[in-house]
């Protein structure tokens, strides 16, 4: 293809729709009140929303990250506050929260309106990185394989430190024949939340952590949609239509109230590799910790201590 496809632009997703249920109890003990935990300071240096924001627009400007939430979360003033100087149009607000898939899909036709042709980096919001850098220097090396090879998709995973039995495992196959990244691989498949055993034997055979950290096209997302779910693509196409009317918000409404909850993993990644295009890959992170402070314990571990944030890469 050449390297004309390095001019490509480059936008986010930012996931920070979720409700943050399994931090519920541990957050009212802390605050007294049911914030997400998304938009919660636990380590005193910012939310895990605040960081997400620095670690992506080390790679990405403010104006092309999307940011979804739902409208609920405006109950609380720390929501308010840290999406404030968010530029215009560019928080996406969710009737309810109805999981990753329409959480993905409403910002992305969003982010399509206005980037048809866009790459794509997706940013869950309720992580916990050390080694940022390295990190985004991973997201940086996915996003120029997409660029050159707009029918890949690559998924970022992570080495893992210790079995651990409560995250998703990617399954690396063979090798993807990239010029420039030999550690590239097909994925052979998914692997979500096995037993302990099992996620010891995952990790011998080189499985990596998912980190839903994601990059694609735009445009070969939406064609894959199609593919895989026609009726939830005519819903959204739906919603594409009115971005930028009057009627936007009534027709969200709509089309949430008829949506069923829909996990994005099950419905579109777990069937990507049987799929030629998108082509699925995944880049395997080695030498960072992460965690997707899904409980309390990983969380009271994680936050404890931040490493200072990588310098911006994106003018």
Known sequence: MGDSSRSSIRCGIVLAAGDGRRLRSFV????????????????????MLDHTFRRAETLIAPQRLFTVVSRDHFEYPEVWRQLADRPGGRV???????????GVLLPLAHLSARY????????PSDHYLAEEDVFMAHVDMACRVVERRPGRMVLLGVEPTAPEPDYGYILPGRPAHHPALTELHHVAGFIEKPEADHAEALVQRGGLWNTFVMVFRAKIMWDFVREAAPALSGAFQRIAGAIGTRAERSVIDDVYHRLEPLNFSRTFLHRLPAHRRPSLTVL???GVAWSD?????????????REPFAQPLCA
Do not use: H
């Not at 009212?28 to 380590?43: A, E, M, N």
């Not at 996406?92 to 329409?102: D, I």
């Open 28 to 47: 009212r003990r802390l605050r007294g009140d049911d914030l997400p935990k998304q938009y919660v300071d636990f380590s005193g240096t910012g939310s």
């Open 92 to 102: 996406v607000v969710q009737p309810e929260n109805k999981e990753t898939g329409p």
């Open 116 to 123: 048809p042709d866009a790459v794509v980096v997706v940013f």
């Open 284 to 286: 395997p992170v080695r």
């Open 293 to 305: 402070c899904g409980a309390e314990p990983r969380i009271v571990t994680a936050m404890r201590v």
